[in-house]
């Protein structure tokens, strides 16, 4: 029931994943029954160019209250214990689900996520990670608001979560994390940044060092290539939604300049921020996917792609072990 | 001597800049004289297109010393009494200059700005105003980077600066201005921006609320139109720095795409950064404005412009008038 156009879009999205997927893997559908089985059938009625078979590899669980975009997310959780968020991730918290997917109230997600899947041991807070598109490969930036005013020793739990989400969802063997500041110089940032410095520097991880605004769009800096951007939830949040306004404007700019639609859509795929699909949220002992309440059907198929992944190369138990290695590990 | 290419292009933006100015301007040029003056002759003899009369209306100021960019800056305002910066802000201190213009070093810009030029009473630090272009009308956006770890206290100080610049250069009356968090709703932001708020929200300004990163290319929010965004030094930073990035990304993803170039400079006209010249570096007691080290001659003659208008608006008067008032003013 969550996102801007519930359940629709989160049904559709759905009916994509599974006509793409083995079809070992299937899917529960979290809601109001009555209301997403009609919409259910409906689209399968309507979807011709559907496999068959997908009925039977959906299932749908009631769940009667719905969490609203713009309620208070702690209050919203502890009032509505029949929303499909909670439910939904209940499901996931008792293993009938392996991981969990939703376009709703992000706020009341992680509440929720923390709560019912818990955090890691030795993480204060989860973190949220986008993936941009870059013009090299697309890299990590988070925490993208999960978290603000945020301390040297949460940048360094970020960097240890992002290099993990790299290494299995990006696929990239020893991540470069950079930790984004306002000049290369140990020594530029304000007081969180500049420590967290020290203490990547000393830490086990891939660290290359500041990196700043400019390098996240180009991938990285003149000094190589960096897959985590590691920053405080305001700063990730702030650049967040400034980068998702970028294609609109290019594109109002340069359809008014005359070039053809068809020319701009061929540049900009690879740059379709619902490729990417969805965020998770790093550091709960589960698979917890956040997507956008604007989300179209592809963005929550490749959602749904990405928390898939997040359960093949078991992510959560590969962050599980990175956290408990660098705890014992002398600093 | 400031700027990656100096003092090449700092005097052909001087050229440019007293070109098309009204003849009673003048232009001191601060330098190793010998270097400064072989250069000018040079750019003069070749400058076919240029005026006559130019030479006449510059005058050239000795300083033997250089700062370089990567030097530190209070460190290298104490060594180098006789670097261009220093004698240039000295010119300007003493009233045998209007204004001062300077691609070199930020940092060394603004301490040797503090020191020489005075704060105005009541502030603490002082910020680096950006103008961003936007889909709808420029937007200024500060702090840029001269200030990290803000409270709300200095925050509010920003946006009382933002708005004098925004009233005295881009000609708007009552600028309305939005503070930059992750959310619209009061209760966003990390410690300092939520206190802002509330500073804001009791001051004399047209304060709109909070606004979010996705509000700045926009040039607003639904809610209505944005002339000035209030953010610290850190977030500003970062944000300026990716936005920076973000035309030379498009280019060369639309010049790949098959966008021919011509097509692109026309779309790009109104984007391109060097029309805004020059960052001043608000509330000290004088017209002190950070030109990019990279900047073009296009670039250092429009910085010289902004210089123009705030010496003729008499925005430094502005600024002080209206420090003062919201001092005594009741909370």
Redesign the interface.
Known sequence: MGGDRAPEVPIAGALLALAELDPAHTVQLVGRSDEVTAELDAQLRAGTALPGGLRERISIVDAPEVIEMSEKPTAAIRSKPNSSMAVGLKLHASGTADAFVSAGNTGAQMAASVFLLKLHAGLTRPAIATTFPT?RNPVVVLDA?AN??CSAEELLQFARLGAVYAEDILGRANPAVGL???GEEPEK???A?KDAHKLLEASDLNFAGNV???????GGSARGPIDVFV?????G??????????PG??M???T????PKD??A???KG?DYSDYGGAPLLGVKGVSIISHGSSSPRAIKNAIGVALRAVERRMVDHIGRRLETSAVAPS
Chains 1, 2 share one sequence.
């Open positions: 013009q608001g603000v005013d984004l500041s306002i940032g304000n007081a940044v700043e605004g400019r390098d996240i769009l180009a920053c405080d939830g305001f700063v949040n702030v650049v967040l939604k400034f980068y998702e306004s970028v404007m290019i109002s700019m340069m008014k300049g005359g070039v020319v701009l061929k540049i900009f740059f």
